[in-house]
């Protein structure tokens, strides 16, 4: 079953606490992102990775970072988290680049308090 | 540069009714274009994409056109159902195989019984 799986789907912080956001694959795709979804701005995108230890900013990687150490998981880290970062953040993976579709997971939905 | 507009932000129709969302597109090449669809609480599913000129992409009812002459790709259903209510995104591949997408802004699609 091709699918994209996010951990955890809801999550509260407050301010400066730091958050770990993970997401997994079970497609063997090379290629994974990150994104947030706020209300207005659609989706916009913070990292790319390409591979394992092969990571790209998108364009919003301002305080974020990223780690994938295994091609089926990727994850997304706010150190010190801010008000600023509450959203929704959307994983998604990709078998190839500019003409492969992308599956998204369900989300996560952090509030930062 | 590469950019991709939603005329509609939102569209409100009954069922059987016609439906066009209007995507235009700037970009140098030829980019792949997308459409997504994402259902409340849910992550945006591919509906289909086209890669070139005139190429016409459809699944489950919809359909559009690439159009390099109008730099459009309208998202086009002969008739809705109220199970089609969702956000609607067009999507744009950059070129120089980045993996990357620009999504426009969405058209959330509202279909009344």
């Known amino acids: 079953d091709m699918k994209v799986t996010q951990m955890p789907r809801y999550l509260i912080k407050r301010m400066g606490e730091n958050v770990l956001l993970e997401c997994g694959q079970d497609m063997s795709h090379e290629t994974m992102y990150w994104y947030r979804q706020d209300p207005g701005l659609g989706l916009q995108l913070i990292y790319i990775s390409y591979d394992v230890d092969s990571n790209s900013e998108g364009d919003i990687p301002k305080g974020y970072r990223v780690s994938r150490k295994k091609r089926e998981h990727f994850s997304l880290i706010l150190d010190s988290a801010k008000t600023n970062q509450t959203s929704v953040y959307f994983c998604?993976?990709?078998?190839?680049?500019?003409?492969?579709?992308?599956?998204f997971g369900p989300g996560t939905r952090l509030t930062v308090l | 540069g590469d950019s991709v507009t939603q005329t509609e932000g939102q569209v409100a129709l009954s069922e059987e009714d016609f439906l066009t969302i209007h995507c235009n597109y700037s970009?140098?090449?030829?980019?792949?274009l997308f459409w997504y669809v994402q259902y409340p609480g849910e992550g945006p599913q591919f509906l289909f994409r086209a890669s070139r000129d005139k190429e016409k992409g459809s699944s489950r009812g919809f359909e559009a056109t690439y159009d390099k002459g109008t730099t459009s790709f309208h998202l086009r259903k002969a008739s809705v159902q109220e199970s089609d209510s969702a956000v609607y995104y067009c999507a744009l591949g950059i070129t120089g195989n980045t993996g990357k997408l620009i999504f426009g802004l969405g058209t959330t699609l509202q279909v009344q019984p």
């Open positions: 998604a993976s990709s078998p190839g680049r500019n003409y492969a579709e992308q599956f």
């Open positions: 970009a140098s090449g030829y980019p792949a």
